[in-house]
T-cell receptor, first 116, second 112 residues
Framework: DVKVTQSSRYLVKRTGEKVFLECVQDMDHENMFWYRQDPGLGLRLIYFSYDVKMKEKGDIPEGYSVSREKKERFSLILESASTNQTSMYLC???????????????FGSGTRLTVV | DAKTTQPPSMDCAEGRAANLPCNHSTISGNEYVYWYRQIHSQGPQYIIHGLKNNETNEMASLIITEDRKSSTLILPHATLRDTAVYYCIVRVADNQGGKLIFGQGTELSVKP
């Protein structure tokens, strides 16, 4: 079964720590995405990548960076974690739009990050 | 980007059809309508998508109006496990892969 795997289900970090959230997909998808989900705000796109070493800012990139050194792995980095980054983080992957019919995104199960 | 409007919540009796509406009056001609659902504490799950024709798969049916300004997701025989938040999304079509922009969705409660 195809999968998007996020390395941790729950994570607790201290304010100011550098935090790495890892995401791996086994579907040879070109595109990968990081979202965060907060009550009342829904899912918001942080960053996405459509190829190795390529990245694009989403709607809320401030305080985050990403790394994509290999096609299957997309990392989200919180350079200096803050309490307002406490959230559920969701990784997703998809084929390139031009590949039709595109059946959509596959999401991981999420990482619930708490910054204290 | 075309935006969608969905009712915030709906109830459905177990075994009955659940009909979830979505308005997307500003949709462009090359934009698809996608439906996802998110069961509590899980990542969103793809359900179905369509351009202008009605679509059916093992999970659901998608009915798109002729003017494409609205659509309805139909779960033909809802079960308790279908309780989830359902998102209707119009896909932004760009060369790098079409970002999915999520709205607030409809919280469907299937009741015994």
């Amino acid at each position: 079964d195809v999968k998007v795997t996020q390395s941790s289900r729950y994570l607790v970090k201290r304010t100011g720590e550098k935090v790495f959230l890892e995401c791996v997909q086994d579907m040879d998808h070109e595109n990968m995405f990081w979202y965060r989900q907060d009550p009342g705000l829904g899912l918001r796109l942080i960053y996405f990548s459509y190829d190795v070493k390529m990245k694009e800012k989403g709607d809320i990139p401030e305080g985050y960076s990403v790394s994509r050194e290999k096609k299957e792995r997309f990392s989200l980095i919180l350079e200096s974690a803050s309490t307002n980054q406490t959230s559920m983080y969701l990784c997703a992957s998809s084929l390139v739009l031009s590949v039709l019919p595109n059946y959509g995104y596959t999401f991981g199960s999420g990482t619930r990050l708490t910054v204290v | 980007d075309a935006k969608t409007t969905q009712p915030p919540s709906m109830d459905c009796a177990e075994g009955r059809a659940a009909n979830l509406p979505c308005n997307h009056s500003t949709i462009s001609g090359n934009e698809y309508v996608y439906w996802y659902r998110q069961i509590h504490s899980q990542g969103p799950q793809y359900i179905i998508h369509g351009l202008k024709n009605n679509e059916t798969n093992e999970m659901a049916s998608l009915i798109i109006t002729e003017d494409r300004k609205s659509s309805t997701l139909i779960l033909p025989h809802a079960t308790l496990r279908d309780t989830a938040v359902y998102y209707c999304i119009v896909r932004v079509a760009d060369n790098q892969g079409g970002k999915l922009i999520f709205g607030q969705g409809t919280e469907l409660s299937v009741k015994p």
